[in-house]
């Protein structure tokens, strides 16, 4: 079992940045992929970005060029960093942890609010 907790969402202004963050509890060792994904008001979740414990990263259309995800060494905490954000960008964010022997599903945090407005 692993438990993610994200913080780091909040109110921003177009242009502006956003730093999330996700904490990963429990059974560590089990992750094999990290990422976030996120789901707006009427559309499906859709990934934003993910990285594995090598450092390969993957990102979603809407996140290439302006986000950028990382982790730490111990892979038990990674980011997001959000640049010039877009009102489009408004979603709840969630991170998510793939476990080793799949290649979706796995664990998801309860969700952050990102809004992007004046």
């Known amino acids: 079992q692993v438990n993610l907790l994200e913080t780091g969402g909040g109110l921003v202004q177009p242009g502006g940045s956003l730093r999330l963050s996700c904490a990963a509890s429990?059974?560590?060792?089990?992750?094999?992929?990290m990422g976030w994904h996120r789901q707006a008001p009427g559309k499906e979740r859709e990934l934003v970005a993910a990285?594995?414990?090598?450092?390969?990263?993957t990102y979603g259309d809407s996140a290439k060029g302006r986000f950028t995800i990382s982790k730490n060494k111990v892979g038990n905490q990674w980011y997001l960093q959000m640049n010039s954000l877009e009102p489009e960008d408004t979603a709840v964010y969630y991170c998510?942890?793939?476990?080793?022997?799949?290649?979706?599903?796995?664990?998801w945090g309860q969700g952050t609010q990102v809004t992007v407005g004046q």
């Open positions: 998510n942890a793939v476990p080793w022997g799949y290649n979706e599903g796995g664990w």
């Open positions: 429990g059974r560590i060792a089990s992750i094999k992929r």
């Open positions: 990285i594995i414990a090598s450092g390969h990263t």
